[in-house]
């Protein structure tokens, strides 16, 4: 009799990554949408960078924690590999602290020259951003679907939004559906308690996509 082993579902990391690959391209074009001197958008969008460094730094230090070592311990021809991704998460992370410095430097002044330097730092780290998500989504995640049980797969979901403030998950669920697929959709919300769904679209959605409108007033 063959018995069939389940496999963590790999699918949710890729959606979770389509937003950060969403957010690194939308936002230094917000960025540059700012006019000179308009403080009011630079603190309304330095916020919204700011919980895209906080999200990014949360995904990252879980996978540190609770991914890299399991699998280090697992898979012996590909450490290599598995330290690569860690040295990756270094690199991001001293470009988004480029980042973090220019932006409190654009928040006090809105000044073009600020904002532009901004915004190149910003395409910087997304460029460094795309090299790692490529390499994680073609190398590593099979390695995960392979040697990390679904337990612990879970595990890595609920430490990642335990990080996450409870006024917010409504909004990170927006952010994560908005890129879903129908099926993928259908699977994230049915992981969800029943309370939790009927928030979701009763409440959350709609105030998701007035977030939205607001954050991504101006772009093309």
Do not use: C, N
Request: proline letters at 4%.
């Amino acid at each position: 009799m063959t018995t069939t082993v389940e496999r963590p579902w790999v699918q949710e990391m890729i959606v979770v990554h389509r937003v950060f690959r969403r957010e690194s391209r939308l936002l230094p074009e917000l960025v540059r949408g700012v006019r000179p001197g308009d403080v009011e958008r630079a603190r309304f969008l330095a916020g919204m960078v700011r919980e895209y460094d906080k999200g990014l730094h949360s995904h990252h230090t879980t996978e540190d924690a609770l991914l890299w070592p399991k699998l280090l311990a697992r898979v012996d021809l590909d450490a290599d590999l598995v330290l690569r991704m860690e040295q990756q998460h270094d690199v991001v992370a001293k470009g988004l602290h480029t980042v973090m410095g220019r932006l409190a430097t654009w928040e006090r002044d809105a000044s073009a020259s600020a904002r532009d330097g901004l915004a190149e730092a910003m395409d910087e780290h997304r460029r460094d951003l795309l090299v790692h998500l490529d390499e994680e989504e073609r190398s590593v995640l099979p390695l995960v679907s392979e040697h990390i049980t679904v337990a612990e797969w879970a595990e890595l979901g609920e430490t990642g939004r335990s990080h996450t403030p409870k006024d917010k998950l409504l909004f990170m669920l927006g952010a994560l559906l908005e890129e879903a697929t129908p099926d993928e959709t259908a699977r994230f919300l049915s992981h969800l308690p029943v309370p939790a769904r009927i928030l979701w679209r009763t409440v959350g959605r709609r105030q998701y996509a007035k977030q939205m409108r607001k954050v991504r007033a101006g772009l093309r």
